[in-house]
């Protein structure tokens, strides 16, 4: 069973920068693929970056590329998200998985485990 647990939401202005965190607990961290997805009111979960387990391979929606990066340190069992340059629709609930199966990382459904989520809401 893995345990996910996020930090680093909060209020922002159009502009500014946020770093999310999201700690495991469970199995060794480095055997899977982790990534982050939002999800805000009124519509579906969706993508937003993903990792690979080495932190070799990285993937990231369209409309956050050149603005928000992924990363993970495996010694800490942590997986961030720099958010830079934010806009009032990223606003959401941004929630980090685990997957452990290998599968493509874009979709929901490839992953097992779920965060409770941290709330990000960038102002105009």
Not at 15 to 20: A, I, N, Q, T
Not at 25 to 50: C, D, H, I, L, N
């Amino acid at each position: 069973q893995v345990q996910l647990v996020e930090s680093g939401g909060g209020l922002v202005q159009a502009g500014g920068s946020l770093r999310l965190s999201c700690t495991a607990s469970g199995p060794p961290f480095t055997r899977y693929t982790m990534g982050w997805f939002r999800q805000a009111p009124g519509k579906e979960r969706e993508f937003v970056a993903a990792i690979s387990y080495s932190g070799g391979s990285t993937y990231a929606q369209d409309s956050v590329k050149g603005r928000f990066t992924i990363s993970r340190d495996n010694a800490k069992n942590t997986v961030y998200l720099q958010m830079n340059s934010l806009k009032p629709e990223d606003t959401a609930l941004y929630y980090c998985a685990a997957n452990l199966g290998g599968r493509d990382s874009r979709y929901v459904n490839s992953y097992e485990y779920w965060g409770q989520g941290t709330q990000v809401t960038v102002s105009s």
